[in-house]
């Protein structure tokens, strides 16, 4: 009875929920299902790795096996998203062409689509991976856009190993290094994860500002159906 009332917004209610099984299904519905778009994945991560530390049972109530995070998560993570280019490349445009609903939002499409044609689509598929709801739509917009399988797999497979190892392995030591005082640091370690990794779209922002005080910038980015039909 208690998973029915779980919260699945809420990464500590998932996990002490779920556990290891659950944690790996909602990365692999996030980055491979466009309906999994709502999961905290970041937060979940940082908080699989706090419960496989010696803190583990004061915070969340559980205690997951560090190996198996650092297995399952990468490979999940890149399953996911690799389910998500293929759907994308097999649907077309047309995937995308419906009117907005609560799960559905245009908006959504259209964000990833920015960050495909702003910094293209190697940097694309990595960086991503730290932005949530990008993170779900990017990849069958790869797939629209004819992104080929190969280079979308390893791309693929560096974003999704930095992004699910290393905030993993983030929760992992501040659970170890704080012990029994993590309570007062979990919140700004979660805040200070969210900032780090939206680090590189800053770095990417201020070199293309750069780029086109220096006359080098390019012109607007076409949409997906655009560059879809440029294609057929």
């Known amino acids: 009875m208690d998973s029915l009332a779980v919260n699945v917004l809420d990464a500590t209610s998932l996990i002490s929920t779920f556990g290891l099984i659950g944690i790996l299904a909602i ?12 999961f905290p994945g970041d937060s979940l991560l940082f908080l699989a790795g706090v419960a496989a530390s010696s803190s583990a049972e004061k915070i969340v109530g559980t205690s997951l096996s560090l190996p198996w995070l650092l297995v399952g998560a990468p490979l999940c993570a890149i399953a996911g998203a690799q389910l998500g280019h293929f759907i994308g490349a097999k649907a077309g445009p047309k995937m995308f062409n419906k009117p907005n609903s609560k799960l559905f939002k245009k908006q959504y499409v259209e964000k990833a689509e ?12 990595v960086l991503a991976r730290f932005i949530p709801i990008v993170r779900t739509f990017l990849n069958p917009v ?23 190892v290393g905030i993993i392995l983030a929760g992992y030591w501040l659970g170890d290094a704080i012990g029994e005082s993590i309570d007062k640091y979990l919140l700004p370690g979660i805040a200070v994860i969210v900032l780090v990794s939206l680090l590189p779209i800053f770095i990417e922002i201020i070199r293309e500002r750069r780029a086109k005080k220096r006359g080098e910038g390019h012109g607007a980015p076409e949409t997906a159906e655009q560059a879809a039909g440029q294609r057929s």
């Open 27 to 38: 990365i692999f519905a996030e980055t491979g299902l466009l309906v999994g778009f709502f």
């Open 142 to 164: 790869a797939g629209v856009l004819e992104m080929p399988a190969r280079r979308f797999f390893v791309w693929n497979v560096v974003g999704g190993v930095v992004w699910t």
């Open 114 to 125: 920015y960050y495909f044609d702003k910094f293209g689509a190697e940097k694309a598929v």
